[in-house]
């Protein structure tokens, strides 16, 4: 019986899990795919293996009319009835990417009072709560539906994978669209979220969730979740009753909130809450609780003392802001603020962002008049709510009560669209809506006003023009709009808009300027406002010396260094100021401001000159125009870079000169180069809007913008570290040097250390020093003097003339042509295997299909050789570093070939591909047929042993088909278009299959042929006609018949 294989296999539905991965199949899951396929039989698709297990999927049998309970797919409906699931692997960075989530609830601080909503309540020690401070809620909730309710159906906004714990937008009770969070998942089709601002639960399908945008992450989750403090249950659970008469205490309702000592990072806030909002009024719902016996309290029970009590005035009256129709007016009444005043502390002031049209249009809102600006829209529900529509001829600037989805506001006409339609800008948000003219009431004098704040983003400015970009203004409304900012003023009223700084929550939690952002996303460029580089010494070189001099020792007390800091601060907005009086009181003029002093600065100091005669070693910097040469020692190099990093560390901004006039009496500046690093240099000249300058620590001379250019000395205590040279042996003919000498100097020198032999020392600073420069030996005058005879004044050259009798005589050739006309000797070649007689048949090993009838084959004639040349290539390539590089290129020549697999082949030379960049040759793998292209340094000479064995494929044509007449395949193969790709990837396929082929050899009008038998015994072409992509061949059948294997 060991003769029968088994014949039970194992297989399993591929690619499903059990629906609950932890538990397994459930007995449910098993009965119904016992029920499912029964004992009938079933059509099995194999999908792959995977450790001796088919992995499967059954289906119906379409002949199979009795079970009618078999579906098309069983891993479908297992899945359908929710038995299973589709295994989806998460990608490798799946651990560490978390979802989206919302930033944490801002809670109350502890022992105070504040007001507060409760918005779902499950038992007395889990509820959730909203505080209602924050403004930007209603906002939020009226633009996220607004947005969700127009595109309910848009399938992008889909959510394509529902993750634990993600962020999303979740329908409830077909009431409208709310943040969500998921917490859960029943089955693969429903989802468990939890509404993140009221805290309570819903089953929903997953294929109603939403993606949520990025604007509604940024207002963290307004509910909080709680649990009533000094109280505990009369048992081991919340009774129904208590949990009714708490819902019926607190539930939807204002209560006040006393959050006792945090406790617990991840567990509910312990708070005391009142059922009112009036202080004399209140009652502790906790007490009420334990009172009527519902509850008990813990023992030793501690006070809970107030520290800080805050409670809002009482809400002014409609007397307040239109004439008293009884004159029985309260006098007690509060006075509200009808416009926005700014604060005197002007640094670090909470507000609010209401609105944002480009960095330099920012509506806010202060939030020290939150009260005023609740105060003021209940007054206006209460003065409008049941008024008609009034005939008011409205016009542009007129102030205006507005009813704007469906709440009052106050408003200014800022145009008149139509006749019925008017523009508003709301007074207390900053924006702009079209409001029908049935919506508008004139407004009371007494209520005229704004509590908005409009400002720009100080100290930057647009990169792309004059005027912000659409990427700059949706970059700062993206991250501003609803936001709550703390904002310093810096160009305080009666600017308009006012110019402040702006920092903002980001995504990661932390703090940022949002000018610092736009710069660093390169949507703005900083704007430094100067009132005069030259009014007041120092300037910006002041600013770099106390950037390096303000950094505190390391020794010191971090808090003593925050308190020196931040005197030293005031006390130079102190110099600054009165600096600013000091030039107003000595201006003439102080409407004129083009009059300013002319700069004038230093130049830096000389270089040191060398100190002694004789011969040391330079490196060429740099060849002027009029033949000086600047050089540089190795010690100045070491110098430059230093200095160069600490004027690229100091230097943070790019200063503005406002005026360019009187450059030409400056002589030492910094100047940001061409690589737009700053430098030391020195102007040379002015030539239209271009300055040309010289790099006082290089030499090197260049022009660049005027922009560039800043007239002022820094490092004044470092010298120069370029010395300038000049040739002692070798003057120009004339005056000045012809640009070919000194073309070739700088192609000569400059950038490489020579050896210089000093002659002359300076006799003054700033003057060059004598020098001779040789190049591999030779001087540099002696080489002009050869190469640009009439550029050298050979009268100043102490040139010794050479000695011609001892040159010899170069037309005395002695010439040998002996040889060259003979033919080189034949390269030798591999020699071609013996092929079997014809009319007989051999096994066969496809080595390369190169069309699908002209293939290399290789003969299995005698084993013991292929075996042999097997041996001696592992005996070469264990010492492939003792074969030698292959000089000689013949064509058709012998050569070993590198691999991909870094391993040596036997090859023959086909030709040159390409000679630049690299010589690269087309070779043959002689033992498998296949060419390749490599560079000649992965060619090596081949032993003469290897010579000997012939190659082991050889090209054949397969007799008994041909390329067909007509195809339908628009692919074809570039080098023989009759045959079509897609016949070349079949044959491919027929010659992959397991076993040994047949070939029989046979003559065909003088050409020998192979007709290839599969190891089935079948001519391969077969398929290959059966699919109309090749046709037969005359006589093919006759002899399939007369010479089957």
Known sequence: MDQWPPQAIRCCLNGIVPAQQFHGWTTDSIEEFRLVTGT???????????????????????????????????????VYLEFARFFCPAPATASSCKPLQYYPPISPKPKTEVYAFVSHINTPADFFIQLTVNMEFPLLTAKLQALYKDHAGDVSLQLARPRLEQACMAPYEKDGWYRARIIGFHGTQTAEVQFVDYGSTQLVPVSDLRVIKDEFLSLPAMAVWCCLADIESDGDDWTDATITRFQDLADQKLVTVV????????????????????????KSIARILITEGLAKSPENLPSVPLEVVSWDPPLPTVEEFSPPASGDGDGDDIQLTPSINVPVNQKNIKVRVCHV????????????????????????????????PLSVDWEVGMFCAALIQGSWERGEIASILSRNVVEVLCCDYGTRIAVVLDNLRPLPPQMIGSLILECCLSG?????????????????????????????????????????????????????????????????LPDHKFRCPFQREGGFQELVESKAAKAPPAQEDDHKGSRDLSQEEEEEEEEEEEEEEKVEQEDTDPGDHTAEVVPTTEDYPPPQPPEQLGMTCLT???????????????????ELERLKNHLQQNIKVTPVVQNHHGLENIKGCIVKGMDMLWHRGRVVELSGGQVKVQYVDMGLTESIPMCHVYPMVLCEDVAQLCVPLRLSRGK?????????????????????????????????????????????GMPISRIMALYHPTCMNKLTMDVEEPDLSLLVDLDDWDLNTKGLCLKPPMTERFADPPLPKTGTCAPVKIKHLRTPNKVYLSFKLEKEEDVSLEKLMKCVNANKESLSPLSDFPIGGPCLAEYTDGSFYRAELIGFVTVSPEIKMLIRHVDFGSDDTVPVHKLRCLPDFLLAIPRQAVCMRLGGFRPPRVCSETKRLPYAPEWSLMALLEMMKLVQKTGVYQALISDADGETVAYLYSPDGDLVHHSLVKAGLADYEALSRSVHNNNHV
């Open 732 to 776: 120009p003919v004339g005056k000045d040097w012809h640009l070919d000498a000194v073309a070739l100097m700088k192609e000569a020198m400059v950038g490489r250390r020579v050896n210089v032999e000093i002659m002359d020392l300076p006799a003054e600073p700033y003057k060059c020093a004598g020098v001779e420069i040789f190049l591999d």
């Open 40 to 78: 009938s039989a079933v059509r099995m698709q194999v999908l792959g293996e995977e450790k001796k297990t088919l992995l499967v999927d059954l289906k119906k049998s379409p002949t199979d009319h009795t079970n009618c309970r078999m579906p098309v797919s069983l891993r479908e409906h297992m």
């Open 620 to 638: 060429i910097t740099a060849v002027g125009d009029d033949g000086v040469i600047y050089s540089m020692s190795s010690k100045a190099e070491t």
């Open 259 to 282: 959050m006792k000592e945090f406790t617990s990072i991840c567990g509910p806030l312990p708070v005391c809450l009142f059922d009112g909002d009036n202080k004399s009024e209140s």
């Open 357 to 388: 049209t480009s960095p330099a249009s920012i509506f806010v809102q202060i939030l020290q008049y939150d009260g005023q600006l609740k105060r003021i829209r209940e007054q206006l529900q209460r003065e409008f709510a049941a008024t008609s």
């Open 460 to 524: 930057i400015r647009p990169a792309g023009g004059p005027k912000w970009t659409a990427t700059a203004c949706e970059h700062v409304s993206m991250y501003l709009n609803g936001a709550t900012a703390l904002m310093t003023i810096k160009e305080p009223p009666p600017a308009s808009p006012v110019g402040v700084s702006l920092l903002c929550s980001h995504r990661g939690g932390q703090n940022i300027s949002m000018a610092d952002s736009l710069i660093s996303e390169g949507l703005a």
